[in-house]
């Protein structure tokens, strides 16, 4: 008997649902060729749900969430709902599920594609050769989450705080992945001024002594942004705090071409896990049917690789992708001389219309 996977599609808002429903498209379709079967729910999140019901995560999408063998979500927030409180924001409905579902490492890989090389901003040279990174960005702690939080008279106040287990788990994450690849990890922290990252460096020391066979080394955030852009092809996993990975992985998605490349996987302790975009709503761009799908689409790469386990389906999609850019597809955020221009739903078509194909990254 073959199993049915339980998907949640959580669309949400702004270009979250033009780049989701190519994403859906291509599990669809590569479902098909691998004999998968897929049971498809969707649900409301961020502003859209707010407007329906007053929530941005309310109890039936939380519900859905915990249902599912895997979520596929878009992107949340706007301009039209900034005035709103922290706890109405879209913002809160993605902040929301990671906390609910304790999905405390989010893995989000920064990788080079061949044709790609000459529109990154940077030199090519810089890029030569492939730059192949995972960040490991801890997720549910930190400075998103720390109480106290707000407005005291005259004072406003974000926490940091940290527990030993939390940090320990995510150190786990990145340190078992890089065994899976050139054995490597830099943690990134503010040792030099934060509390919580002496004590995660402290740990990062003590948990890596399980790991003889990986190199760990530390380095402090304001270095690795810069030598993110410097030397990118000394990193083969980087593993940091919650609001320092956020930053450095916008910034790590000028390697790849575009921010609209990158993917990125939330996992918990279980294999059940939330797929999202590292990119947002794209407000300048929402409606118009020129957003970049792939970042999403390769969202559906991770999730057969990291929850349905699926390798064979899952490398399908990345060798679709590849063919697709070798090809001369690209979306604007792309674009370069001699290529072809397509839109959102054309770049979805292309990369389903090449899912048989063999070809490496
Ligand atoms: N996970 C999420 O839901 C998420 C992530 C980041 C930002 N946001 C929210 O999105 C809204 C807009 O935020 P922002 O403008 O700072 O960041 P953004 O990532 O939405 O956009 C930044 C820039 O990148 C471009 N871009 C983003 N995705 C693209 C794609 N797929 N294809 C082509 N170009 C793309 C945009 O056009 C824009 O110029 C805010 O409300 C923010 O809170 C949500
Ligand atoms: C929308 C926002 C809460 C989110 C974050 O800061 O984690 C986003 O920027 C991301 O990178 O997923
Ligand atoms: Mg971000």
Not at 283 to 291: L, M, N, W
Request: proline share 6%.
């Amino acid at each position: 008997m073959t199993q049915t996977y339980r998907i949640a599609v959580l669309p949400g808002d702004g270009i979250g649902p033009e780049v989701t429903a190519e994403a859906l498209k291509v599990l669809r379709a590569v479902g098909e060729r691998h004999g998968l079967s897929f049971e498809v729910r969707e649900g409301l999140v961020g502003g859209a749900a707010y407007d329906a019901t007053g929530d941005p995560l309310p109890p039936e999408t939380l519900e859905l969430a915990r249902w599912a063998d895997a979520i596929l979500f878009g992107a949340v927030g706007g301009d039209k709902w900034d005035h709103l409180p922290l706890e109405k924001r879209p913002e809160r409905g993605i902040l929301g599920l990671r906390k609910e579902l304790d999905l405390f490492a989010n893995l989000r890989p920064v990788v080079t594609w061949e044709p790609l090389l000459h529109t990154s901003p940077l030199r090519p040279e810089i890029l030569e050769g492939g730059v192949d990174i995972l960040i490991v960005r801890e997720l549910t702690g930190g400075l998103y989450f720390g109480q106290p939080k707000g407005r005291d008279g005259d004072r406003t106040i974000d926490t940091c705080v940290y527990t030993d287990a939390e940090i320990r788990r995510v150190l786990h994450v990145a340190l078992q992945a890089a065994r899976r690849r050139r054995g490597r990890v830099v943690s990134v922290d503010k040792a030099n001024v934060m509390a919580t990252s002496r004590r995660w460096r402290e740990l990062a020391e003590e948990v890596a002594r399980e790991y003889p066979d990986v190199q760990l080394s530390h380095m402090y955030v304001d270095n690795c942004a810069m030598q993110l852009i410097r030397n990118p092809r000394q990193f083969d996993v980087i593993v940091t705090e919650n609001t320092f990975g956020d930053i450095l992985t916008d910034e790590a998605s000028t390697l790849a071409g575009s921010i609209g490349l990158l993917p990125s996987a939330s996992l918990g302790s279980g294999r059940a896990g939330l797929y999202e975009p590292i990119h947002g709503t794209a407000p300048d761009i929402a409606g118009k049917g020129v957003a970049n799908p792939l970042a999403a689409i390769l969202c559906v790469e991770m999730l057969l690789r990291y929850s349905l386990d699926q390798p064979g389906a899952a490398d399908a999609v990345q060798a679709a992708v590849a063919a697709a850019l070798r090809d001369g597809y690209r979306t604007p955020d792309i674009r370069e001389e001699g290529t072809r221009l397509v839109s959102t739903a054309e770049m979805g078509d292309a990369v389903v219309a090449r899912l048989d194909s063999p070809a490496p990254r």
